[in-house]
């Protein structure tokens, strides 16, 4: 049950996230986790956030 519960923490912060509605650090309270976990979780799931992206490949 606990577990399912912070599964739906995490996909509504997701998604709140992707549609810009929260920030990374909002997206990490939502989630009840902390900013570098929350950074974590979008990244597996394949969501650049502002620190993956390569400098070079804006140029």
Do not use: C
Not at 25 to 45: C, H, M, W, Y
């Amino acid at each position: 049950m606990i577990e399912k519960k912070n599964h739906l923490r995490h996909a509504s912060a997701v998604e709140m996230y992707k549609k810009g509605k929260a920030t990374l650090t909002k997206g990490a309270e939502i989630a009840t986790v902390s900013p570098d976990t929350f950074r974590s979780i979008l990244n597996d799931q394949g969501i650049v956030t502002p620190d993956t992206v390569e400098w070079e490949s804006i140029e």
